[in-house]
């Protein structure tokens, strides 16, 4: 049955009863939006924009940038492109923005934080942001990594003004920033949950390290209690729409929790699309919402996926 309904998949994320939750994509350029785009992503949710300059030591020029960003852009003509500022560091260290003499690199001067060794970098990101969305019809939101107060998202979304883009948002992958999303979120416009580094956050469990899987999963519940906080704190914060775009959003059975939890899209690999479309379309957001309240409450990370995959029959 799963593979009669993957055949006959349109593009369009959805619940059996027509609630909508956009699939989008994950990309890291030009070339990997365009297969996104033949793959049938709706969107992109989380264009990495580190990944165009991973090779590189000195800062590209704005020019330089505008270009590799309209790439992008150009893939998804009319439609969303949310794209994130350099999120450099730890995981992913640029030459010409990290320090690679930090101690604890995952808890350095990273992602957002760059702003304050290397001031100018971001907004002549901003600028080439700008520059490119001026010459496209792509719908363009922007957002910050590894935001972690509201002085942070305060500052940013100053910085996307003066740039002059309208749609500031930032990521939520620090347990701070889910835990006073209510007041993280007033400054922004939308949030997209990184369930990668909120795992590994969360756990304290670098997500570098193999032996540490079984911690590094966003089915512990500790997790999702985060996750269920970030969102509700996200409604107080003014109804600002929450996104995930971690691993998280490509597992079929997760991916039907964090919709049960309010999540307004998800944003994937583009290969993980079909399979989180046939099950999100095998229920009700009813079902989805009792799945989440399953998951929330289950003592173990094992349990919690093991319970709420025996609540999605299209999966056996
Ligand atoms: C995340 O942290 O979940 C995320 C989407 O960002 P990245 O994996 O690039 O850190
Ligand atoms: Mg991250």
């Given at each position: 049955q799963?593979?009669?309904q993957?055949?006959?998949f349109?593009g ?13 994509a994950?990309v890291?350029?030009?070339d990997?939006a365009?297969r996104a ?5 709706e969107?992109v ?7 165009c ?13 505008a ?8 893939a998804?003509?009319?439609k969303?492109?949310?794209?994130r ?7 992913k260290p ?10 604890n690199?995952a ?10 060794s ?6 002549r990101q ?6 490119a ?11 910050a990594?590894?935001i ?9 979304a100053?910085m996307?003004?003066d ?12 347990p701070?920033?889910?835990?006073n ?11 997209s949950l ?15 390290l ?10 512990q ?10 969102v ?12 995930v775009?971690?691993e ?8 039907v929790v ?12 583009a290969r ?15 079902q ?5 309240e399953v ?9 919690a996926?093991q319970?709420?995959?025996?609540g999605l029959?299209?999966?056996d």
């Amino acid at each position: 049955q799963a593979s009669a309904q993957l055949q006959s998949f349109d593009g369009t994320g959805a619940t059996a009863d027509g609630h909508a939750v956009p699939l989008l994509a994950n990309v890291g350029g030009a070339d990997s939006a365009r297969r996104a785009a033949a793959d049938g992503a709706e969107g992109v949710g989380l264009f990495r924009t580190e990944f165009c300059f991973l090779e590189r030591d000195s800062e590209p020029s704005v020019e330089e940038q505008a270009a590799a960003y309209a790439g992008v852009f150009d893939a998804f003509a009319g439609k969303k492109v949310v794209v994130r500022t350099l999120d450099a560091g730890a995981d992913k260290p640029l030459p010409f923005l990290t320090d690679s003499t930090e101690p604890n690199p995952a808890l350095g001067v990273r992602g957002y934080r760059t702003d304050w060794s290397n001031p100018g970098v971001l907004q002549r990101q901003l600028q080439a942001i700008a520059q490119a969305a001026a010459g496209s019809s792509a719908e363009v939101w922007v957002m910050a990594p590894m935001i972690s107060t509201v002085e942070d998202s305060e500052a940013f979304a100053r910085m996307c003004a003066d740039a002059g883009l309208r749609t500031p948002g930032v990521m939520i992958e620090v347990p701070s920033a889910a835990l006073n999303s209510r007041h993280v979120l007033q400054p922004v416009q939308f949030a997209s949950l990184g369930t990668n580094d909120l795992t590994q956050y969360a756990m304290a469990a670098d997500r570098q390290l193999g032996s540490l899987a079984a911690l590094n999963t966003g089915w512990q519940p500790a997790v999702l209690q985060l996750v269920k906080h970030a969102v509700d704190g996200a409604q107080l914060a003014g109804q600002r729409p929450v996104g995930v775009c971690g691993e998280s959003a490509g597992d079929p059975a997760m991916a039907v929790v964090l919709a049960g939890l309010g999540v307004a899209t998800l944003s994937m690999s583009a290969r993980s699309i079909p399979a989180v479309s046939s099950v999100l379309r095998s229920i009700t957001l009813a079902q989805a919402q009792e799945l989440a309240e399953v998951a929330l409450n289950a003592r173990t990370a094992q349990q919690a996926q093991q319970q709420v995959r025996a609540g999605l029959p299209i999966l056996d």
